[in-house]
């Protein structure tokens, strides 16, 4: 069985770009294996060519799949749809990257890693900041929080009925309480995991480092920064390759 690596493009043209940047350094620093990864992209039907052609440029291997997303809500919630991909039972292992994020060694340190029936996370925060989900815990609870931007888990039924969990959670506050969706899915994400013990943001740190400022072997740089700054983004992620290079090419 195969591993699927995937992103989501919703709303905003300017996360084309940081997508290419993505696929550009996947392809350079990420020694990814196409007999055993597909990437695939989940979009608007709008951005659908755009992507297939970058695609097909930069010679990356996967397909594209558009669903409707109208607002950014409903654009950050997409990547927890990918059980209702139609492909999803050829692969038996799936990662989920943000698009503010660099490649930036192999990515095989981090598809290699078995997370079981968890969600395998980084650890990011605890959970009384309030995008860490702070107003779901009530205020009960403390402990370390993670990142929703890179998600590694098996394609098991924990994981399904996880992400179906968190679905309908979302759904609940925007009808009821709509306030507690301001930070979007992370904090819903972070909640349930937790919640269902069903998580572990420790084990992929070796591989896998938030907003760094020089490359140290990590196989993911991820640059996180709100959601709806895609060209700002941009710059920092440009910024980092350039002052990184000869480092990147060891």
């Known amino acids: 069985m195969k591993t699927l690596i995937y992103s989501c493009v919703f709303i905003q043209s300017s996360y084309i770009e940081l997508l290419t940047l993505l696929f550009k350094t996947y392809k350079k ?43 950014c ?22 990662l989920y990257l943000d698009t503010d994020i660099l490649i930036t060694n192999n990515i095989m340190n981090v598809v290699n890693i078995n997370p079981g029936n968890k969600l395998y996370t980084l650890k990011e925060g605890t959970t009384t900041d309030g995008i860490h989900g702070s107003e779901l815990f009530d205020g009960d609870k403390n402990v370390s929080a993670f990142t929703s931007g890179i998600l590694l888990f098996n394609n098991c039924r924990s994981m399904n009925c ?33 919640m269902s013990n069903l998580y572990n943001n420790t084990e992929m740190e070796k591989y896998v480092v938030n907003n760094p400022l020089e490359h140290n072997g990590h196989s993911i ?30």
């Not at 695939?40 to 990356?60: A, G, H, R, T």
């Not at 968190?166 to 995991?193: E, R, T």
């Not at 640059?223 to 060891?250: S, T, Y």
């Open 29 to 71: 620093y990420g020694h990814a294996h196409d007999r055993i990864i597909d990437y695939l992209v989940i979009c608007s039907p709008e951005f659908k060519y755009n992507i297939e052609y970058i695609m097909n440029v930069l010679q990356v291997k996967g397909d594209i799949w558009c669903i409707s997303a109208t607002n």
């Open 73 to 94: 809500l409903e654009a950050c919630f997409a990547r927890l749809r990918i059980f209702n991909y139609p492909k999803i039972k050829n692969y038996s292992r799936i």
């Open 162 to 194: 996880l992400f179906n969990t968190i679905i309908k959670h979302a759904q609940y506050l925007s009808k009821h309480d709509p306030g507690k969706l301001k930070y979007m899915d992370q904090p819903v994400i972070v909640y349930n995991a937790i």
């Open 221 to 250: 740089s991820h640059f996180p920064g709100g959601v709806g700054f895609g060209d700002r983004k941009l710059v920092i992620m440009k910024r980092f390759l350039a002052d990184n290079k000869a480092l990147l090419q060891n």
